[in-house]
């Protein structure tokens, strides 16, 4: 290897290595400038690439190790892990790329040193488009990342190695080193090996989106629990205040009776008034299902005092609805919690009504709530974040769906309504 392929490995190489580490994975470099000295090691490799009896696989395989332990912050465990992936996915890619090369290069007239520069820098790019493409998913990665537990990880590393002995062996045959005889053994292995990749991709999918699901419904539980918490002390308080007016009762009806002997309309107009008030502050609204009433009450405590907010709930729902609690949570928390959002910004007056209706196995149930208009997709979230907001209406359709049931948004004179059908 002479200087000028050793210069040009070296850089394209810990480009691949920086690329892959930060903009990938999220890596943190280290601070101060004792990181830097990682490139001695390369300084070092000129006189021992000049070595021509030197087998030079070694050193440069190592190269990617120093580098990220060295230069990046974190587990060393976690780098091991990390260096073993860089290092077979960065060789399949060049394998690949060199196998494509080659072919072109009895065409084009090039030599050796053309078609290494060519190769390494074809190989950078291709890690440079990854990163612009992947950058804005850094966080995720990195949160999976640290996250991934072993047999994930050995399940990753098998489909990398399975697709390396699949790139290495086209190599081989563009590169005319195997023999006819090698070549249909090879086409065989090769089959084998790509059919044992698909399923090992299949059973990384299904697993991820088992892990999802786990996921989603812990945070759905978790706002179960927290919404039936508080609904559980609104009752209290409710019933605590109840108690309390009817125990005092009495009073108010001799504090009438003397008001009307004395014709004060306006004062009893006043007193009825306050006493409305009362009765607003202990109501608690019952639709059938606690984790829907935990959700409506909620909506009820920030509402209700202000008399320019009409709110209505009709019907009930079933014993037993078709949804799992956590289905439920999703389904009917999300369409209440968008109508509360949107009552907020109705800041002079606001509706908000449900009505439930039964009609023999189907259950009819329809949201409705003043909402301003808003301007291009109905469902599109107005959230800065709108990768981390807006998949509620998703999550509900999917529930729907699921569960063989229909689910319709509309918006027409600023009122927002939300139709759902569920068969029982």
């Given at each position: 290897?002479?200087?000028?392929?050793?210069?040009?490995?070296?850089?394209?190489?810990?480009?691949?290595?920086?690329?892959?580490?930060?903009?990938?994975?999220?890596?943190?470099?280290?601070?101060?400038?004792?990181?830097?000295?990682?490139?001695?090691?390369?300084?070092?490799?000129?006189?021992?690439?000049?070595?021509?009896?030197?087998?030079?696989?070694?050193?440069?395989?190592?190269?990617?190790?120093?580098?990220?332990?060295?230069?990046?912050?974190?587990?060393?465990?976690?780098?091991?892990?990390?260096?073993?992936?860089?290092?077979?996915?960065?060789?399949?890619?060049?394998?690949?790329?060199?196998?494509?090369?080659?072919?072109?290069?009895?065409?084009?007239?090039?030599?050796?040193?053309?078609?290494?520069?060519?190769?390494?820098?074809?190989?950078?790019?291709?890690?440079?488009?990854?990163?612009?493409?992947?950058?804005?998913?850094?966080?995720?990665?990195?949160?999976?990342?640290?996250?991934?537990?072993?047999?994930?990880?050995?399940?990753?590393?098998?489909?990398?190695?399975?697709?390396?002995?699949?790139?290495?062996?086209?190599?081989?045959?563009?590169?005319?080193?195997?023999?006819?005889?090698?070549?249909?053994?090879?086409?065989?292995?090769?089959?084998?090996?790509l059919i044992l990749v698909i399923i090992g991709c299949i059973?990384?999918?299904?697993?991820?989106?088992?892990?999802?699901?786990?996921?989603?419904?812990?945070?759905?539980?978790?706002?179960?629990?927290?919404?039936?918490?508080?609904?559980?002390?609104?009752?209290?308080?409710?019933?605590?205040?109840?108690?309390?007016?009817?125990?005092?009762?009495?009073?108010?009806?001799?504090?009438?009776?003397?008001?009307?002997?004395?014709?004060?309309?306006?004062?009893?107009?006043?007193?009825?008034?306050?006493?409305?008030?009362?009765?607003?502050?202990?109501?608690?609204?019952?639709?059938?299902?606690?984790?829907?009433?935990?959700?409506?009450?909620?909506?009820?405590?920030?509402?209700?005092?202000?008399?320019?907010?009409?709110?209505?709930?009709?019907?009930?729902?079933?014993?037993?609805?078709?949804?799992?609690?956590?289905?439920t949570g999703i389904l009917f928390g999300n369409a209440i919690?968008?109508?509360?959002?949107?009552?907020?910004?109705?800041?002079?007056?606001?509706?908000?009504?449900?009505?439930?209706?039964?009609?023999?196995?189907?259950?009819?149930?329809?949201?409705?709530?003043?909402?301003?208009?808003?301007?291009?997709?109905?469902?599109?979230?107005?959230?800065?974040?709108?990768r981390n907001h807006g998949i509620g209406t998703k999550n509900?359709?999917?529930?729907?769906?699921?569960?063989?049931?229909?689910?319709?948004?509309?918006?027409?004179?600023?009122?927002?309504?939300?139709?759902?059908?569920?068969?029982?």
């Amino acid at each position: 290897m002479s200087i000028m392929e050793w210069v040009i490995w070296a850089v394209t190489e810990t480009i691949k290595y920086y690329l892959i580490s930060y903009g990938i994975f999220g890596c943190e470099v280290k601070k101060g400038i004792a990181k830097y000295t990682v490139f001695l090691y390369l300084v070092i490799g000129i006189p021992v690439m000049m070595v021509e009896k030197y087998d030079k696989i070694f050193f440069t395989s190592f190269w990617g190790l120093f580098f990220l332990c060295l230069f990046f912050q974190g587990q060393f465990r976690k780098k091991i892990q990390m260096i073993i992936l860089q290092y077979i996915a960065i060789t399949v890619v060049d394998t690949s790329l060199w196998s494509f090369m080659f072919l072109l290069k009895n065409n084009m007239g090039w030599n050796s040193d053309i078609l290494t520069m060519t190769s390494e820098i074809e190989g950078t790019l291709f890690w440079i488009f990854i990163f612009l493409r992947s950058r804005k998913y850094r966080n995720s990665i990195k949160q999976l990342w640290e996250e991934l537990p072993v047999k994930y990880y050995i399940l990753i590393v098998s489909i990398l190695l399975g697709i390396g002995f699949i790139s290495a062996d086209t190599f081989a045959v563009v590169n005319g080193e195997m023999t006819e005889k090698m070549g249909q053994i090879a086409y065989v292995i090769c089959n084998i090996v790509l059919i044992l990749v698909i399923i090992g991709c299949i059973i990384f999918a299904k697993s991820m989106y088992s892990k999802q699901q786990l996921q989603i419904e812990k945070k759905y539980n978790q706002i179960n629990l927290d919404v039936q918490k508080k609904y559980y002390a609104r009752i209290q308080e409710k019933i605590l205040g109840l108690r309390e007016f009817r125990h005092d009762v009495n009073k108010h009806i001799r504090v009438l009776r003397t008001l009307c002997q004395q014709g004060e309309i306006d004062s009893i107009r006043n007193y009825v008034e306050d006493l409305d008030g009362i009765m607003r502050e202990t109501k608690i609204v019952y639709t059938g299902n606690q984790i829907v009433d935990g959700f409506i009450n909620q909506l009820y405590e920030k509402f209700e005092g202000n008399h320019t907010y009409e709110l209505e709930v009709s019907g009930r729902l079933p014993e037993r609805l078709p949804l799992s609690d956590v289905e439920t949570g999703i389904l009917f928390g999300n369409a209440i919690d968008n109508a509360m959002e949107a009552l907020e910004k109705c800041k002079d007056s606001g509706m908000f009504k449900m009505q439930i209706q039964r009609y023999q196995d189907t259950l009819f149930v329809e949201i409705c709530n003043t909402a301003p208009e808003k301007e291009g997709e109905l469902l599109e979230t107005e959230k800065l974040d709108k990768r981390n907001h807006g998949i509620g209406t998703k999550n509900m359709r999917t529930v729907v769906q699921k569960n063989k049931g229909e689910i319709e948004w509309s918006q027409a004179k600023g009122i927002f309504t939300v139709k759902i059908t569920l068969v029982l």
